[in-house]
């Protein structure tokens, strides 16, 4: 954005005259173009919340949908999601309608998610929030039906790509969920982190403090997570935390 330094420019000359006018219409056109790059930036940032928003909760409807009706554990579910963002009645209004919307015979899953990635970008961690709430829509009546499944499958690949392969993340993150139901709470806790009993203690540290940083809860709205979704941030920095604890808490550490 240059515009406005060069008109601020031509105008300098022109009212003031000579070398001083220039500088100070450089200055002023200057400030009109932050001005505006920082008027682009926050309209921007704001549409770009309230997609990742209008997603998450059409998504939700469509995977509850999946197997032709909903339960009531799942509407159950999606409540729960509203009253943990804590929404105002209008932002209710909305997720409610996303939901609906989602539910629909129509609804282009593909074409969602594309709509997520235009607006989000390459952001891995976003994704992964999403992703989370989308896996637990889906166990929250105690089994995860093919069809849902092959729909999250098709999330996780469209999301995550190469990096799914990469990392593992997906198929394994999904397990994961569930793991706390069938292993102890110290093997949750390595999984949680990302590391093994076996991964020395600086290396845990490293980790926790690695994923502290990215989950932070301002960093994620300053990413683009709606600041409706913080609740969920702060929930995931918890359970990171007490992860971590845990851990200290198995090796003595002080």
Avoid: C
């Amino acid at each position: 954005m240059i515009w406005g330094r060069l008109f601020g420019t031509v105008m300098g000359l022109v009212l003031i005259k000579g070398l001083l006018g220039a500088i100070v219409g450089y200055y002023i056109g200057r400030q009109f173009d932050y001005g505006v790059m920082r008027h682009q930036y926050t309209s921007h940032h704001s549409h770009s919340q309230q997609v990742f928003f209008d997603i998450t909760f059409s998504v939700m409807g469509h995977l509850a949908k999946a197997d032709g009706k909903i339960s009531s554990e799942e509407i159950q579910m999606a409540q729960q999601t509203m009253r943990l963002f804590n929404l105002s009645d209008q932002a209710k209004k909305q997720a409610i309608n996303a939901f609906n919307t989602g539910k629909s015979a129509d609804f282009n899953l593909d074409q969602a998610l594309t709509d997520l990635k235009r607006h989000i970008g390459l952001n891995i961690h976003l994704y992964r929030i999403f992703y989370e709430i989308q896996t637990k829509i889906t166990q929250i009546d105690g089994h995860v039906s093919p069809k849902k499944m092959q729909k999250l499958d098709r999330i996780r690949d469209v999301l995550f790509g190469r990096y799914q392969q990469q990392s593992g993340y997906g198929r394994q993150q999904y397990q994961g969920f569930n793991r706390a139901n069938r292993v102890g709470e110290l093997d949750q806790a390595y999984h949680t982190l990302g590391v093994t009993p076996e991964t020395p203690w600086d290396d845990i540290k490293k980790a926790y403090k690695k994923l502290m940083l990215k989950n932070h809860p301002d960093r994620l709205v300053s990413q683009g997570l709606p600041e409706e979704m913080l609740n969920l941030a702060k929930e995931k920095t918890q359970a990171i935390k007490a992860a971590y604890d845990t851990i200290k808490t198995a090796k003595m550490v002080t």
